[in-house]
């Protein structure tokens, strides 16, 4: 019989093989997804602050904004930086006339404990130098909150 006798060709048993191509295929689309989860994620700039909570919200774009955080001291942060008010009055004027009042975008970072009349001072600042746009962020209020009203 031609190529069917039933012995092995001296090889013996053949031996299990790990594939290692599935397994870069699978280590890459993790990474990927680590990245892209990660970029995902809304970072605030400003000082780090008890956001007051909303029920809902829209999600923000944080390109090309300047964060001004208000501290439950009611101290005034740009971006990181704890200023003055002084400081504070100087640098909106600055960035007003860097990008122009019609680009120049303000995200408000609030302590929820923050007095209104800081939030109120912050806002007259910005509105005096002409821009316009002017966003405060929140955070959204978890589900199982809500329904235990």
Do not use: C
Not at 2 to 27: F, M, T, Y
Not at 103 to 120: F, H, Q, T, W
Not at 124 to 133: C, E, F, L, V
């Amino acid at each position: 019989m031609a190529g069917g006798g039933g012995s092995h060709s001296g090889d013996g048993p053949k031996k299990a093989r790990i594939e290692i191509i599935p397994l870069i295929d699978v280590i890459f689309f993790l990474l990927a997804t680590f990245i892209l989860f990660t970029l995902s994620l809304n970072k605030s700039n400003g000082l780090s602050v008890l956001l007051p909570k909303v029920e809902n919200s829209v999600p923000r774009d944080p390109t090309n904004t300047v964060t001004i955080s208000i501290t439950d001291n009611n101290e005034i942060g740009w971006e990181k930086d704890p200023i003055s008010l002084e400081e504070f009055v100087n640098r909106i004027h600055n960035y007003s006339l860097q990008v122009g009042p019609e680009n120049a975008r303000i995200l408000i970072n609030g302590d929820e404990n923050a007095n209104y009349s800081s939030a109120r001072y912050v806002i007259d600042q910005i509105k005096r130098t002409g821009i316009q746009k002017i966003m405060i962020e929140t955070r959204i209020t978890p589900e199982h909150e809500r329904q235990g009203r």
